[in-house]
């Protein structure tokens, strides 16, 4: 055997040529993402030319022809005779801004608004990073103490418990509430006994539970030397942010509740979830938010008032409950029925197997289904104006009464500046979720 | 040796309590105590209140007179008519917007969703730019963005915006030329009528063929042809019997042509864009969900991009798309309530101004509540039944 000597055969390797300048670098780009071919370069045009259209007039109007300062509507008119196209009056908003925030809440008092906005602040922004620890007392924060507080100096506090439910005065009230704690507690020691099992666990459970009522309602009614404020003065961007966080708040274990209603096996409840969820969903939210401005007080017994703004926090949580509903709903079924059987092979009963094993799963699941519900939700906080509620948008749109600042282009000015509002919190919450999505995204990963 | 496990005695007494069965059967009879007692209470209250303010319940009020004007109506009205037909008139309305919005909803939608995946950067870049915009900002401010920055905006009748073809724009609507069809242009009406039925049995035929010889027909524009041309040839034969009702500028406004309200524009406008914006994301999540395998395999199989795409891909991701799709149509029309904030008088519009004059607050709100719960099963019950027909059928 030989080994023969094939002269053809490169023995070195030949030099790399560079790749061709049409295909790596900015040219390259442009080639393969713009102009691959006729029809995409055509494409590309007709895009430039479209974002040609809106983009310049757009910044021409919020920036370059844009009035930032001045008094009153003169500083945003066009000088007369001429054909000068006057941009945003941004002075206008500038003017207006404490409205747009505030409302019609007393000057005096802002203060306390703005404390709120600080105490939930420093609530919400360690609750959102996950790196922060103590995220229990975070939440117990969030849940327990900033609701009490919040409300406390939003209202001004001191409440007359005399003219709740049945009592005549403070004095009666309590001891009222005295004789229903040893009544419920008797209660809880009947069911414990009848179960035979140890009354004292259940019995203390309730009068924790009666003394924590106790305590919010002692707080509320004390008078702290904060003036009231009724809620017919909120406004603006506190009445937005009012009704959208307590919506939220609500509508999230509302919904868990009525989601896992309709699961259920026991008939009657499954029904009486079906019937809520499919009645809120199939209504629009106005016609909800006039049947909770206006049928409502129908309901009630003489002599009981709701607060306006309480009553469209109502019509608002239930109707975003039953969104909310389907969404966990989706995220339940989704769950494989081996880790429901598991945890009853486990020895756990429903309530243990669904807070300790279905719902994590389930709600890390829907994330994306629970935040877009969210921003549905601040979104649809709009609809209030038409009950008669100054939120951000019906502040911006009750200010173009004023003649001060009408000028032509007034009108585009607010909306602008109440759109730039929203999309930057429905835009966060958004970016917040995908973010959370994907570092929750532990187990189905591949 | 087996152990016999023999329960404590007062397990005996507990397990009644403790069995789920029971326990089940009373949590539920729990239930339907506090909702009886509750019904009871509301029941009991809302008389007392109406009682008390002098309201008679019942649907009575529907035939009185209604004494308001209307602005848009599709059927007969006036102020002598009742509220009754009002509410019908309301309802009308509402029922236009959401259909007309719905259809451009769905083609706005699916352009820009499509867009999104372009490989073209540009293009795919205002896609995505317009989807995160518009989606994140209240429909509610849309609406008034449209009604009373742009459309409020514009020229009074005077100087109104000529537009091509006699259209013409200003503060009080849009008007257009109008045709009026005289006596004759019957045959044009038949002779499409007779086209339409044409070219659904020639689609059932090129289909036919398809199958057994393989051999293709250009369905798309013998349909083109067929549904233009017998109507043209109708009219030709019968001379043109169409006029043109022009609309012209008396005194401070104008008359004849059709006559589109601002309020209907800015309603259409915002709720289709608003829409558009959800529906291209629901286009782009059902496109992405078609494995690239099935366009991979077409390809192999030699067919061309257009035919891959309507063949192969649209087909498949229609199942994805279309039970999303119907939830944003249910939501379309639910949204077309928020016209009661610019007065276009759709159902809850002219509701709350009967519910204002007449105070009969429960029977307008139920009449709201039924029409759109019965919308919105109509609409679900007609979906379920196309997503079935559509749906993949499995061993």
């Known amino acids: ?446 | 040796m087996a152990v016999q496990h023999t329960a404590p005695a007062e397990s005996a007494r507990a397990s009644l309590f403790y069995d789920p069965k029971i326990r089940g059967i009373f949590f539920q009879l729990l239930l339907i105590a506090a909702l009886i007692f509750f019904g009871y209470q509301i029941v009991t209250n809302t008389v007392a209140n109406l009682e008390r303010q002098n309201i008679a319940s019942g649907f009575a009020f529907l035939d009185t007179t209604a004494g308001f004007g209307i602005i848009q109506s599709l059927i007969e009205y006036s102020e002598e008519s009742s509220y009754g037909r009002g509410l019908v008139v309301g309802f009308l309305n509402t029922l236009l917007v959401a259909f007309i919005g719905i259809i451009l909803a769905t083609v706005l939608g699916f352009v820009i969703g499509i867009a999104r995946l372009s490989q073209n950067w540009v293009i795919s870049r205002i896609a995505y730019v317009y989807i995160e915009i518009i989606r994140n900002i209240p429909l509610l401010l849309q609406i008034f963005f449209w009604y009373f920055a742009v459309l409020r905006a514009v020229p009074n009748p005077r100087d109104s915006i000529e537009l091509p073809g006699s259209i013409f724009v200003n503060n009080r609507g849009v008007f257009a030329p109008r045709p009026v069809f005289e006596s004759g242009s019957g045959l044009a009406g038949i002779a499409l009528l007779v086209a339409i039925a044409a070219v659904f049995f020639i689609k059932n035929w090129a289909h036919r063929r398809q199958e057994t010889t393989g051999q293709q027909f250009p369905v798309f524009w013998t349909a083109v042809g067929l549904i233009v041309g017998l109507p043209l040839i109708g009219l030709i034969v019968t001379g043109f019997p169409v006029g043109v009702d022009y609309p012209a500028l008396k005194g401070f406004n104008f008359v004849g042509g059709v006559k589109v309200t601002p309020e209907f524009m800015a309603l259409l406008l915002a709720l289709s864009i608003y829409t558009a914006s959800f529906i291209a994301e629901i286009v782009r999540a059902g496109i992405l969900a078609v494995s690239h395998g099935q366009t991979e395999a077409a390809h192999a199989l030699g067919i061309r991009n257009g035919p891959t795409l309507r063949l192969v891909i649209i087909p498949q991701a229609m199942r994805v798309i279309i039970p999303p799709l119907t939830s944003q149509y249910l939501n379309l029309t639910k949204n077309s309530s928020l016209a009661v904030a610019i007065a276009y008088p759709d159902l809850v519009s002219v509701g709350g101004t009967i519910l204002n004059q007449t105070g009969q607050a429960i029977e307008i709100i139920g009449i709201w509540m039924v029409v759109y719960l019965s919308l919105s099963l109509l609409t679900s019950a007609f979906m379920n039944w196309y997503n079935q027909r559509m749906a993949l059928v499995e061993r």
């Open chain 1, 1 to 446: 055997m030989s080994t023969t000597d094939y002269a053809y055969v490169r023995t070195e390797m030949a030099d790399e040529v560079p790749p061709p300048a049409s295909e790596v670098g900015v040219l390259g780009w442009l080639h393969k993402n713009l102009f691959s071919s006729w029809s995409n370069t055509l494409l590309t045009l007709i895009g430039i030319y479209i974002v040609w259209l809106l983009v310049p007039p757009v910044i021409e109007f919020a920036f370059v022809n844009a009035v930032w300062t001045g008094e009153n509507r003169e500083a945003c008119l066009a000088p007369p005779d001429s054909n000068v196209h006057m941009g945003a009056c941004w002075a206008y908003v500038k003017a207006y801004l404490p409205q747009f925030i505030y409302g019609r809440y007393p000057d005096a008092e802002r203060w306390r608004v703005n404390l709120v906005f600080f105490l939930f602040a420093i609530g919400l922004v360690p609750m959102l990073m996950p790196r922060v620890p103590f995220k229990r007392a975070n939440i117990i924060y969030m849940l327990g103490a900033f609701p009490v507080v919040g409300f406390i100096l939003l209202t001004g506090g001191d409440f007359d418990l005399s003219g709740f439910v049945f009592s005549e005065s403070t004095a009666s009230f309590w001891i009222e509430y005295l004789i229903l704690t040893v009544v419920l507690a008797g209660v809880a020691f009947g069911i414990a006994k009848a179960g035979a099992t140890d009354p004292k666990p259940m019995v203390i459970s309730v009068l924790a539970g009666m003394a924590v009522i106790a305590a919010v309602l002692f707080l509320v009614s004390v008078d702290f030397g904060l003036a009231v404020v009724e809620t017919e003065v909120w406004g603006g961007l506190l009445v937005t942010l009012v009704i959208a966080i307590t919506g939220i708040v609500a509508s999230l274990p509302l919904g868990i509740a009525f989601a896992l209603g309709r699961r259920s096996k026991l008939p009657i409840i499954r029904l009486v979830s079906i019937i809520f969820i499919e009645f809120w969903r199939g209504v629009p939210l106005i016609t909800v938010l006039f049947m909770s401005s206006v049928m409502l007080p129908l309901f009630l017994p003489e002599g009981v008032t709701f607060d306006k703004l309480l009553r469209a926090l109502i019509g608002v949580a239930l109707f975003a409950a039953a969104y909310m509903a389907e969404v966990v709903r989706g995220g339940l079924q989704a769950i494989p029925k081996g880790q429901y059987e598991g945890a009853q092979a486990l020895g756990l009963g429903y309530w243990k197997m669904m807070g300790l094993i279905v719902l994590p799963q389930a709600l890390k699941l829907v994330i994306p289904g629970i935040v877009n519900t969210f921003i549905g939700l601040f979104k649809d906080t709009t609809l209030v104006l038409i009950i008669g509620l100054f939120d951000l948008l019906g502040q911006v749109q009750s200010s173009y009464t004023d003649p001060t600042w009408s000028t032509p282009t007034q009108s585009h000015t607010g909306y602008m500046f109440a759109a730039l509002v929203f999309w930057v919190f429905c835009f966060s919450m958004s970016r917040y979720s995908i973010y959370m999505e994907k570092r929750l995204h532990t187990g189905h990963r591949r």
